[in-house]
């Protein structure tokens, strides 16, 4: 997914300033959902895969970074 950030720059971002990843959050959520509207039927396994591996580790980072419930 080219436009998922990399556990890299979501950490990097965190560290430089807390509160850009409540901005970041509501963007990868959008796109999430966006996502998932779209039909399934063009996607690969493999797209499907990597993007519920994305989904799980959002998860935990908001959680625990930005805190927000889910």
Known sequence: MWWAPTLEEVLKA?????????AVDRKVRHYLKVYEEQADGDRTDEERRTLEEFHRTWQVLRRELVGEPQ
């Open 14 to 22: 965190w560290t430089r300033d807390p509160s850009t990843l409540t």
